[in-house]
Each structure stands twice: as structure tokens, then as C-alpha cells.
């Protein structure tokens, strides 16, 4: 079965320099979830997406933005990277009036 | 603020033991109720979702749910060395809510 998709899955990032990670999710789900994981840490809530409009928003900074676009592809954007940006960014997609959220491999990204 | 309690562990079982695992959370508006198993460095893998009192089995699977205790559990039968990793318990209140998570419990099964 098809899975959701992220990329890149590793990405190395200066200082102050923009990122942008991308989320294919299952086909046909309609909802797509960000969220973070620091080192020994559970994952937290970043934003998420129905139908292409910004459903709920949890604690992302103000340098990151998101959108999902008309395929239902989300971009995560991320400016002015600090060195605690540093973590395993995951994405996940829920089909249409289910709850049961489905995670892609994960992007792991480190700031020096 | 929602928030869903676990014991960090370890726990530790040895290999053909039952290895149970609780979550409690404080929000009593919680509808859905997920486990999910993460190996480290790996992404979150769906084992069980439950939404009504009761257990609800799978495999080698059982959640467990109390909304008046407020407590969901997962018990593994039969545990094997590839069980090892950590469960994390999440719920959320309703519709296209967002995950909360418990920090999660390591589980390590001996052979």
C-alpha cells in the first residue's frame, strides 16, 4: 500500500539559512499533520491542513510557514534556522472523516 | 492543555512474557485513542486505535480503554526481541484533531 512520502530525508542546513521539506501524503487523504521530534523527545504538533486551508496550529515559530497545495502536497518552509531547529520532522495524513493518522519516513534535519 | 502520561521506562521482559504498557490522559473531552510504536531514528507506526470502553484485540495485540478511570493500555503477548522499541500513546478529542502524545515507553524484550 502506498505510504506518505517526505523529502529530502536528510538535509544539513547553516545557520540562518532556509529549508523547505515537502509531504506527498497517501492518496486520497485529505488532511495533512507536521510535527517535530527533538532527541528523546515525543513528537509535537507544528500545523496541519484540510482541504488545502490551515485546520489547527500548534507551537511552530513564526520563521516556519506552511501550505497545502491543489494535489494535496504540503511544503513546510522554515527561515532563519537556529541550532535547536535541529530534529526529526515527521508528516502525517488522515483520509477524509477518519481520525487515524498515518506518518511518512521523516526528514531529519540539522542545523550547524 | 491536554496532556497523556507514560512511564519512560525501560521495561523490561523477557522474550514469551506479556508486556503491558499504560497511558492515562487528562482530558476527559478524548475520543480517539492510538498506540504507536517507534523504533529509534524511525517514524511513528500505527499498532492500535481504540474509541469505546473495553478491549479491542489484534493479533498479539490488546488495548484496553477506561474513560472514567481516565487510563488506556496496551498489553503484548508472546513479546519478542523485534517488540523492542518505544510506544507512544496518543489521543485526541474529535474529528480532524491533532495527536497529543505521551512521551512514550521503552520497551526492551530480552531473548
Known amino acids: 500500500a502506498a505510504g506518505v512520502i517526505q523529502s529530502p530525508r536528510h538535509l544539513i542546513k547553516e545557520k540562518r539559512e532556509t529549508a523547505t521539506l515537502k509531504c506527498y501524503p497517501i492518496p486520497r487523504h485529505d488532511t495533512v499533520y507536521w510535527y517535530q521530534q527533538g532527541p528523546g523527545q515525543d513528537p509535537q504538533f507544528l500545523i496541519s491542513?484540510?482541504?488545502?486551508?490551515?485546520?489547527d496550529k500548534g507551537s511552530i515559530p513564526d520563521r516556519f510557514s506552511a501550505q497545502q497545495f491543489s494535489d494535496y502536497h504540503s511544503e513546510l518552509n522554515m527561515s532563519s534556522l537556529e541550532l535547536g531547529d535541529s530534529a526529526l520532522y515527521f508528516c502525517?495524513?488522515?483520509?477524509?472523516?477518519?481520525?487515524?493518522?498515518?506518518f511518512g519516513p521523516g526528514t531529519r534535519l540539522t542545523v550547524l | 492543555q491536554k496532556e497523556v502520561e507514560q512511564n519512560s521506562g525501560p521495561l523490561s521482559v523477557p522474550e514469551g512474557a506479556i508486556a503491558s504498557l499504560n497511558c492515562t490522559y487528562s482530558d476527559r473531552g478524548s475520543q480517539s485513542f492510538f498506540w504507536y510504536r517507534q523504533y529509534s531514528g524511525k517514524s511513528p507506526e500505527l499498532i492500535m486505535s481504540?474509541?469505546?470502553?473495553g478491549d479491542k484485540e489484534d493479533g498479539r495485540f490488546t488495548a484496553q480503554l477506561n474513560k472514567a478511570s481516565q487510563y488506556v493500555s496496551l498489553l503484548i503477548r508472546d513479546s519478542q526481541p523485534s517488540d523492542s522499541a518505544t510506544y507512544l500513546c496518543a489521543v485526541t478529542d474529535s474529528g480532524y484533531s491533532t495527536l497529543t502524545f505521551g512521551k512514550g515507553t521503552m520497551l526492551l524484550v530480552s531473548p
Open positions: 491542513f484540510y482541504e488545502k486551508m490551515q485546520s
Open positions: 481504540i474509541y469505546s470502553n
Open positions: 502525517a495524513s488522515t483520509a477524509r472523516n477518519t481520525d487515524t493518522q498515518y
